[in-house]
């Protein structure tokens, strides 16, 4: 059964499937979305557009297909082995404090 999680965590973990992107001015950019915590069958997390007001749709098998044969870069990466990261633990903290705003924890997209 899926639970609260951490919104930070809920968005990295939708990036990471391919359900919401990093690219402004893509219908699944992440900056146009709210956590809503799980979904209502405990399978996932819910995220809703926060203009349109409608829940993003689970990233279906075919879907996730449909995405790799074009080349979508998350899937791709989501469907490789494991790469040792190409940054210092340095980089990694200055990139994180630039995404997530200090005062509310969520992420700044």
């Not at 349109?52 to 791709?76: C, M």
């Amino acid at each position: 059964m899926n639970t609260w999680k951490n919104p930070n965590l809920a968005f990295e973990e939708a990036i990471s499937a391919g359900r919401l992107s990093r690219v402004r001015g893509t219908p699944n950019y992440a900056g146009d979305y709210m956590y809503m915590g799980p979904t209502c069958d405990g399978t996932g997390n819910a995220f809703k557009n926060i203009i349109t007001r409608q829940y993003l749709p689970p990233l279906s098998p075919l879907a996730a297909l449909e995405k790799l044969a074009a080349g979508t870069p998350a899937i791709l990466a989501a469907t490789t082995q494991p790469q040792e990261p190409a940054h210092s633990e340095e980089a990694e903290e200055a990139l994180l404090d630039a995404l997530y705003t200090d005062d509310q924890h969520f992420p700044a997209w």
